[in-house]
């Protein structure tokens, strides 16, 4: 059984969006559905970096930037970064809130225990992308709709993949290890740093992000190669020059670089795809 999982269109930066789209529909219509809500967000302390970019609302101090307008509809809006523990803020304010918004950088972890306790939950946010902190059989079996925000820091995650491929592929790190310590041993780097050109890089997943990432290696003139559950439009293949392995077990040998882009799941979490 599957709980309600919606989905949102691109956030970037870490912004929240308050732009109308289904994670935002289900919690404005959670929100009117009815009296004062206790909302609570599990977000990471700012400390002085809180202040520093106005639109940096991802942390505790930014609250996501939807407290003033949460209170001026009368809701309750508690934002803390403490979440571990029977003695921690959020399992203090479980028994009666209505909404938990947490990100997966500082994640709620949300256990069948706490589903129980939660009498009044309807709604469990994700502000990002990513519920494998929620149990969500649990969440499915309390009749919780599970939401989050489809799209969001895509581009981050895929930049962010091909900047460690090219890190790792030229062994850059020993290389600056060495050269802000004042060592100079070129072949403690060279015996082990390749060109990515030529290389076979596959990704488990092609979805926002594995597209994306293809899309963005193509120009090194790599062999690209993709498993998922389902072969991409003949079309988009063509454009991202990716071929499509049907047999994750027959891709991983062909491949010198492996990207896992798939939710984390049952069916993907550690050596359940092997
Ligand atoms: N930490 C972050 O900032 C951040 C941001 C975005 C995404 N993410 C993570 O990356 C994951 C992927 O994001 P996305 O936007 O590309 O999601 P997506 O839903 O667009 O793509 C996921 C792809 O994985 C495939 N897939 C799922 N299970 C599979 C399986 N068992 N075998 C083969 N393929 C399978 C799906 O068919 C889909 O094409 C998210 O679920 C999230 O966990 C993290």
Same mark, same amino acid.
């Given at each position: ?30 929100? =009117? ?93 994700? %502000? ?13 079996? =309390? ?35 060495? =050269? ?25 997943? %092609? ?42 077990? =027959? ?24």
């Amino acid at each position: 059984m599957n709980p309600h999982v919606m989905v949102q269109e691109s956030i970037p930066n870490g912004e929240f969006n308050t732009k109308p789209g289904p994670s935002i529909d289900s919690f404005t219509n959670t929100l =009117a559905s009815g009296g004062r809500k206790k909302i609570v967000g599990v977000f990471y302390k700012g400390n002085e970096y809180a202040s520093q970019n106005p639109n940096f609302v991802g942390c505790v101090e930014g609250a996501l930037g939807i407290r003033e307008w949460l209170e001026s509809q009368g809701h309750e809006y508690i934002v803390t970064d403490d979440k571990e523990g029977l003695n921690s803020v959020l399992e203090k304010h479980l028994p009666d809130l209505h909404v938990l918004i947490s990100t997966p950088f500082h994640p709620a972890y949300v256990t069948a225990e706490r589903i129980k306790k939660a009498k009044n939950l309807e709604l469990l946010l994700t %502000a990002g992308i990513g519920s494998d902190h929620i149990d969500l059989n649990a969440a499915a079996a =309390a009749g919780l709709t599970v939401a989050e925000v489809t799209g969001s820091n895509v581009v981050s995650v895929a930049e962010d993949e091909l900047m460690r491929i090219l890190i790792l592929v030229r062994n850059f790190l020993p290389g600056y290890h060495q =050269a802000v310590s004042g060592e100079w041993n070129v072949a403690g780097i060279a015996h082990r740093a390749y060109d990515l050109e030529g290389k076979t890089i596959g990704t488990v997943g %092609a979805g926002r992000i594995g597209r994306l990432l293809l899309q963005r290696l193509k120009p090194f003139n790599c062999n690209l190669l993709y498993h998922d559950r389902l072969q991409l439009d003949p079309e988009l293949e063509n454009q991202l020059g990716a071929k499509y392995e049907e047999d994750l077990d =027959a891709m991983l040998p062909k491949c010198d670089v492996l990207v896992i882009n798939t939710p984390l799941t049952d069916k993907t979490r550690y050596n359940s795809l092997l």
